[in-house]
């Protein structure tokens, strides 16, 4: 039997509906998603109002209910991490991410019990940032 969490190809060859109809059927406690882009908008992952207008669009997408608002803060000891990070609790967990300043990248993690379409969300993610390339991780957590 192929464990799920082993191979990110073999999310590949499946549809949003067939990952949901997996992680329901193996009864998991949550899905999460990372997302890293590469080569974003500059001016994109440098502006606060727009990463949190990005967390609620998210939220509205993945039909997740936000609880209380996002936290977009900038830091960094050196320029190599550098830049906003941000985090949203939402009623089912969590949706948190770094964007890199010195490599125009972004890191992005949602999980949540409450399933949702990780391509679709990743595409999102990908075309709102402007991205040139993504990588994603699916995970079932138990």
């Given amino acids: 039997m192929l464990n799920v969490n082993e191979t990110v190809n073999y999310w590949d060859s499946l549809s949003d509906e067939e990952i949901i109809k997996k992680y329901n059927e193996q009864g998991s406690w949550g899905l999460y998603t990372s997302v890293d882009l590469k080569d974003c908008d500059p001016a ?4 606060a109002d727009l990463i949190k207008r990005f967390i609620v669009e998210l939220c509205d997408l993945i039909d997740m209910k936000r609880f209380g608002e996002p936290t977009v803060v900038h830091f960094g000891p050196c320029a190599k991490v550098a830049g906003y990070s941000m ?23 949602i999980f949540s019990c409450k399933a949702y379409g990780p391509k679709q969300m990743a595409e999102f993610c990908k075309k709102f940032f402007g991205a040139g390339s993504m990588t994603t991780h699916v995970l079932f957590r138990d």
């Avoid at 994109?44 to 502006?47: L, M, P, Q, S």
């Avoid at 985090?87 to 993690?109: C, K, M, R, V, W």
């Fill in 87 to 109: 985090t949203q609790l939402i009623e089912t967990s969590l949706i948190s991410g770094h964007f890199a300043n010195d490599t125009n990248a972004a890191y992005l993690d």
């Fill in 44 to 47: 994109a992952i440098r502006d």
